[in-house]
């Protein structure tokens, strides 16, 4: 598969401000989504980064806290705004990769909130 | 996508063969049965992913019922390293991929 990298791989961040999350490909992927997952949860898809347009927002989570780039095939940033205690959560990047179009993660940018 | 029901946790002798059911009785023709596991904090890993033969890789086999509406998943020596949350994912392989995460079974492999 392709290689995923996300930065940073953890942080801890103060009430209030914004902390960027990058994800890099090794390769062109057309598909690239974001998910969060809150302490002892599961994985809830946050959006779909289309690159060249907008990204597609789940319910429940919209583009002022969470703005996305995707400005080519093999990077995507995914922005916590504003940020509480209540965001603190790992945060994944993954690509749709493959003739088969299984989805790979990155290892996950772990965010803390104080 | 259909869902999907699991396990809460396992444990598993080490070097014994685990196996993990998974129910989706709703799942519907051309929905697929993916495998994922999450070790301690880190990204989810691709296991293996079937829609209605049995398949191996080098990692683990999958066993789908006849009917679709359950499947197993078996790592066929579990070492200590495979202790993790296992989650069976019924989707659409399509291009739009949304993989909807249930809570997973936590496999434990015991020494």
């Known amino acids: 598969s392709a290689v995923i990298s996300q930065k940073p791989s953890r942080d801890i961040c103060q009430r209030g401000t914004s902390l960027t999350i990058q994800c890099q490909v090794d390769s062109q992927v057309t598909m690239m989504f974001w998910y969060r997952q809150q302490p002892g949860q599961s994985l809830t898809l946050i959006a779909t980064?289309?690159?060249?347009?907008?990204?597609?927002?789940e319910s429940g989570f919209v583009i002022d806290k969470f703005p996305i780039s995707r400005p080519n095939l093999t990077f995507s940033t995914l922005t916590v705004s504003n940020m509480s205690p209540e965001d603190s959560s790992i945060y994944l990047c993954s690509i749709l990769w493959g003739a088969k179009n299984i989805q790979y993660f990155g290892a996950g940018t772990r965010l803390s909130v104080l | 996508d259909a869902k999907t029901t699991q396990p809460t946790s396992m444990d598993c002798a080490e070097g014994r063969a685990a196996n993990l059911p998974c129910n989706h009785s709703t799942i519907s023709g051309n929905e697929y049965v993916y495998w994922y596991r999450q070790i301690h904090s880190q990204g989810p890993q691709y296991i293996i992913h079937?829609?209605?033969n049995n398949e191996t890789n080098e990692m683990a086999s999958l066993i789908i019922t006849e009917d679709r509406k359950s499947s197993t998943l078996i790592l066929p020596h579990a070492t200590l390293r495979d202790t993790a949350v296992y989650y069976c994912?019924?989707?659409?392989?399509?291009?739009?991929?949304?993989?909807?995460f249930g809570t997973g079974t936590r496999l434990t492999v015991i020494p």
């Open positions: 994912i019924v989707s659409f392989q399509t291009g739009a991929n949304n993989l909807f």
């Open positions: 980064a289309n690159q060249g347009s907008e990204a597609t927002y």
């Open positions: 079937g829609l209605k």
